[in-house]
């Protein structure tokens, strides 16, 4: 399988995409992945750079056995379309901002994540103003969609 650079992108950095990133980096590690994938995520906002990510989520990966509580919120950059091979929306309003920020000819990297991940064209919901059993069911939502991303680029790279 080739390398591919997959880069998360949510609105604060702080909830849905650094759990996506500890997710997808430990399905890959366990399915012996790792050196050919390289993950990191970013926000479309600035609220939060420099911040651990929320509570709620280090809480929701540390009870599934992952520790992201080491990465720290940072915002998309113009670099980040030439560094990463896939640029993953949470919902549509990241996508439609990413689209937007893309420099020339880089627009096609950036997809609605369980869209390319399944063909499910749904939304991974803000959960910021939910309860903690939202970020459970977030969880849930991202391992799954995790687990078809990698199914699907191992599709493409065979
Ligand atoms: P995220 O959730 O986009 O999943 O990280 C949010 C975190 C913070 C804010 C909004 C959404 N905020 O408005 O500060």
């Given amino acids: 399988m080739k390398t591919v650079r997959v880069l998360f992108v949510c609105l604060g950095n702080i909830c849905r995409s650094p759990l996506a990133e500890g997710v997808l980096r430990e399905l890959a590690s366990r ?4 050196p ?3 993950v990191d995520s970013a926000g479309t906002g600035a609220w939060h750079v420099g911040d651990p990510p929320d509570r709620r989520s280090i809480e929701a ?3 599934h056995g992952i ?3 080491q990465l720290r919120g940072r915002r998309v950059a113009a670099a980040d379309f030439s560094d990463f091979d896939l640029i993953l929306g949470m919902d549509e ?3 439609g901002t990413l ?3 893309a420099p020339e000819g880089t627009a096609a990297k950036v997809h609605l994540f369980l869209d390319y991940a399944s063909g ?3 939304d991974v919901p803000d959960p910021y103003y939910e309860g903690p059993e939202a970020f459970e069911a977030l969880y849930q939502m ?3 969609g995790c687990s078809s991303l990698l199914e699907r680029l191992g599709e493409r790279a065979s």
């Fill in 31 to 34: 399915k012996g992945l790792s």
């Fill in 36 to 38: 050919v994938l390289t």
């Fill in 61 to 63: 990966a540390r009870r």
């Fill in 67 to 69: 520790d992201i509580s």
């Fill in 93 to 95: 309003n990241n996508v």
């Fill in 99 to 101: 689209k937007r920020l």
């Fill in 120 to 122: 499910d064209g749904q």
């Fill in 142 to 144: 991202l391992e799954a």
